[in-house]
């Protein structure tokens, strides 16, 4: 009996506590802004612009900002990001900029509805709308960026074209190369080592006898050789020649002799 009475308790504390937090949760008064700084937008459109940021205010706060002017050294994303974090601080929301000075869109979320509107699901949206806004419908740009956004934050899945193109270029860039590699290993020819070499070689010797046959004789006659006093003899004779052929070859010189007269 006191285990019921003790379950009942728990069951109305947990419904009271359920209450409250839903009684503080309704109470929170999320706002819409509105800023055109460039006048990209008529005044119909920014009422109709407000109806669709309305749908979006059941999560958080929603900022449109249009800017034509210098930010300075701040990037696009990091400008809006600012400017939000100026207004609401670290809640829940979602904000779309558009820079007509650099010419560059962005989207950003925060305080929670980061994790479901990612800053990739960001880039995808962007890459969706930028269309609109090269046509120069940036009412079309702005619409369609906050619908995306509503899809996402009700469950729903949005278009991501240029995600599936990028992923399907990069896996035949994988797949090119993967190949290339299997055929550059399967195509080289790898070195053989030294034992392999010698097992590889085939050594084998043939030997054919050799078979002589007698055809003819001849006989050869070897003079003797002259005595060495001879060819003593032989050798002062040309030396004797050929001193006096030096001779006869020389010049005559002229004496320069003095006479002396007595």
Known sequence: MLKKIYCFIILIILLVLTLSTNSKASNISYKIIIED???????????????????????GNVVFKTTNTSTGSVKS?????????????????????IDMNSRQICACATGGLDRIITSGKCDTITDNVYRYASNKNYYEC????????????????IAESMK????????????????YGIYLKASKNRK???????????????????????????????????????????????RRRRRRLFWKRRKPRILNLQINEH
């Open 77 to 97: 994303l990091k400008y809006i990001q600012n400017y939000y974090y100026s207004k609401f601080g670290n809640t829940s929301g979602v904000a779309f900029y």
């Open 142 to 157: 702005a619409r369609e960026a906050f619908a995306q956004m509503n899809t996402l934050l009700t469950g729903g899945r």
């Open 37 to 59: 700084d460039a006048n990209l937008l008529t005044n119909a459109e920014e009422m109709e612009l407000r109806d669709q940021m309305a749908v979006l205010s059941e999560f």
């Open 192 to 238: 053989a080592s030294d034992n392999e070499l010698i097992d590889e070689c085939a050594v084998s010797f043939e030997h054919t006898p050799i078979n002589v046959t007698l055809t003819g004789e001849h006989t050869v006659y070897s003079p003797v050789s002259s005595s060495s006093g001879g060819s003593s003899g032989g050798g002062r004779r040309r």
């Open 164 to 179: 599936y193109i990028c992923n399907a270029f990069v896996a035949v860039m994988i797949s090119l190369l993967t190949t």
